[in-house]
T-cell receptor, first 115, second 112 residues
Framework: GAGVSQSPSNKVTEKGKDVELRCDPI?????LYWYRQSLGQGLEFLIY????????KSGLPSDRFSAERTGGSVSTLTIQRTQQEDSAVYLC?????????????FGDGTRLSIL | GENVEQHPSTLSVQEGDSAVIKCTYS??????FPWYKQELGKRPQLIID?????GEKKDQRIAVTLNKTAKHFSLHITETQPEDSAVYFC???????????FGKGTTLSVSS
């Protein structure tokens, strides 16, 4: 596709369940980012992948959060044992190239609601 | 780590007026400063960006200025239109250049 694609667009789950969120970056983009946006707030960085390099996980809020990127393309963000405070919009972005910050292009996000 | 402050949190202007949003950052190593526009329920859209080797950049009605010494940068929108109404976010790259640190956003309302 032409843009960053995320699925599902909405996810409602019960507290304590695990969830998986998917991101398909723009074709050819080597860098992929996950952010979290709580209601009325700015975006909070979670994790960064660049090619085959070790990811920057410095933004993950707890060990319940993990992410992987297989084959340098699609990424999955997993939240285990979800809590109500995990409710937010999870946004994925991608950018081209390495060697410094590049313009990031965002997907539409996954709206996660924990009951 | 990097911290980005953004002001004002809300801004109301009349159509045709100018709007200015200001951001400050803490990490002098930051070298990339984008601005995003987010309409309700939609994805953030990059509208303009500036790198630390440039003091000003303009694209039609939008301009961004950067003062590296003072560690602040501003978004200027001239001749505002109702379709400019949205939440605007500034951001700065972190020291490693691996992520963007965002301000909390400015809700701009342009009334006709």
């Amino acid at each position: 596709g032409a843009g960053v694609s995320q699925s599902p667009s909405n996810k409602v789950t019960e507290k304590g369940k695990d969830v998986e969120l998917r991101c398909d970056p723009i074709s050819g983009h080597t860098a992929l980012y996950w952010y979290r946006q709580s209601l009325g707030q700015g975006l909070e960085f979670l994790i960064y992948f660049q090619g085959n390099s070790a990811p920057d996980k410095s933004g993950l809020p707890s060990d319940r959060f993990s992410a992987e990127r297989t084959g340098g393309s699609v990424s999955t963000l997993t939240i285990q044992r979800t809590q109500q405070e995990d409710s937010a919009v999870y946004l994925c972005a991608s950018s081209s190239g390495a060697g410094g910050p590049r313009p990031q292009h965002f997907g539409d996000g996954t709206r996660l609601s924990i009951l | 780590g990097e911290n980005v402050e953004q002001h004002p949190s809300t801004l109301s202007v009349q159509e045709g007026d100018s709007a200015v949003i200001k951001c400050t950052y803490s990490d002098s190593a930051s070298n990339y400063f984008p601005w995003y526009k987010q309409e309700l329920g939609k994805r953030p859209q990059l509208i303009i960006d500036i790198r630390s080797n440039v003091g000003e950049k303009k694209d039609q009605r939008i301009a961004v200025t950067l003062n590296k010494t003072a560690k602040h940068f501003s978004l200027h929108i001239t001749e505002t239109q109702p379709e400019d109404s949205a939440v605007y976010f500034c951001a700065a790259s972190n020291e490693a250049g691996t992520a963007l640190i965002f301000g909390k956003g400015t809700t701009l309302s342009v009334s006709s």
